[in-house]
């Protein structure tokens, strides 16, 4: 099963992280995850661009702040989305690209005192869906569409012991009965795998 069909079919998605040794003794190794569905089979896959030497040293230092490139791929192994983070100190921003390069839409950061609040947009760069976390559940993020819930990210606690040692995450991304297309979907998977780099990658803290 190719990843947009498991878009199209799936009411639910899992997305963990692949973890490697380095975490072990400190250093933040380039992310990866796999993509699974109800099933347990693997859909897809996710990737963090190798920088070298250089891109390591700024993971490091900048964390979440830093500039990264992610590719999304089938099960195949072929590409099928690409989404870019430019380097910002303030209110995040997350692009999304077609694997043609063609413009899908973007996650934008908004203000916000208690909630995590982001807002989604088209290509056209209005907005067409709002991500924010839940009152006193704030590492649940229900998506909401024209006031609708269409999906939410929940992050899946491993453990204590692993929580501790590892930055193994794992996300449930559910999606509602709202009528989602290729498209919106994409930008809520790219929206999952954001919010891990962003709040609860070692260097977020």
């Known amino acids: 099963m190719s990843l947009f069909e498991a878009l199209k079919d799936q009411n639910q998605l899992f997305i963990r992280q692949r973890k490697e040794l380095a975490e072990l003794i400190g ?11 109800q099933k347990g089979e693997v859909v897809g896959f996710c990737a963090e661009q190798q920088k070298g030497f250089l891109g390591l040293l700024v993971r490091q230092f900048l964390g979440h702040w ?9 099960n195949e192994r072929q590409q099928v989305f690409t989404v870019k983070h430019p380097f910002r100190l303030f209110f995040q921003r997350l ?9 899908i839409g973007a996650l934008q950061q908004r203000f916000g005192i208690v ?13 067409i869906m709002n991500m924010q976390s839940g009152f006193l ?15 939410v990210i929940r992050k899946k606690w491993s453990g204590l012991l692993k929580e501790a040692f590892l930055d193994a ?4 991304l559910e999606f509602g009965q709202t009528e989602l297309d290729e498209n919106e ?9 954001f919010i891990d780099l962003q709040y609860f990658e070692r260097k977020a803290d």
Do not use: C, M
């Not at 250093?27 to 569905?37: C, D, L, Q, S």
């Not at 909630?115 to 209005?126: C, P, S, V, W, Y």
């Open 169 to 172: 995450d794992n996300f449930q």
């Open 185 to 193: 979907k994409s930008l809520i998977l790219a929206s999952a795998i």
């Open 95 to 103: 692009e999304v690209h077609a694997s043609g390069g063609q413009y």
């Open 137 to 151: 559940q704030f590492w649940t993020f229900p998506i909401l569409k024209n006031n609708r819930e269409a999906a």
């Open 27 to 37: 250093f933040e190794t380039r992310n990866k995850y796999e993509i699974r569905n």
């Open 66 to 74: 830093r500039s990264f490139e992610l590719h999304f791929f089938n």
């Open 115 to 127: 909630k995590k609040k982001f807002d989604i947009e088209n290509a056209q760069g209005r907005v």
